[in-house]
C-alpha cells in the first residue's frame, strides 16, 4: 500500500504560480497511474491532470497550457506546477494513485488518496 502527502499550495494573487508536490511511501515499487485532483465545498472531485505508466499525460481543459504534472521516480514524487493562476483555481487539490487503469474523468477509479492540500488565488 502506498500513503501519499501533498505540500506546497498556499495562497497567490492571480497570475501567479505555485506548485505542489505528492509524496508517496509504502510499497513504492509497483507502478502506478497518478493524478491530481481538486474539490470545492460542497462540489463533486474534479479532474486536473493525470499520469499514465508510459508517462502520458492528461489535463482537464481548464488548466490545459497552464498546469503540467511531473514526476520524479528516484525521489517517489509528483508535482503540479501551477502557472497564470486565477481565482477559479481556487480549490482543495488531492494527489490520488491507482494500481489499475484509471482515467482523470474518473476519479472513483483512483483508490489511494493524499489529505488534499490547499490552493488559494486572489484578484
Known amino acids: 500500500q502506498v500513503q501519499l502527502v501533498e505540500s506546497g499550495g498556499g495562497s497567490v494573487q492571480s497570475g501567479g504560480s505555485l506548485s505542489l508536490s505528492c509524496a508517496a511511501s509504502g510499497d513504492t515499487s509497483t507502478s502506478y497511474y497518478m493524478g491530481w485532483f481538486r474539490q470545492a465545498p460542497g462540489q463533486e472531485r474534479e479532474g486536473v491532470a493525470a499520469l499514465d505508466l508510459d508517462g502520458s499525460t492528461s489535463y482537464a481543459s481548464s488548466v490545459k497550457g497552464r498546469f503540467t504534472i511531473s514526476q520524479d521516480s528516484a525521489k517517489n514524487k509528483l508535482y503540479l506546477q501551477m502557472n497564470d493562476l486565477k481565482p477559479s483555481d481556487t480549490d482543495m487539490y488531492y494527489c490520488?494513485?491507482?494500481?489499475?487503469?484509471?482515467?482523470?474523468?474518473?476519479?472513483?477509479?483512483?483508490?489511494?488518496w493524499g489529505p488534499g492540500n490547499q490552493v488559494s488565488v486572489s484578484l
Open positions: 490520488a494513485a491507482a494500481r489499475d487503469y484509471a482515467e482523470l474523468e474518473h476519479p472513483d477509479e483512483y483508490n489511494l
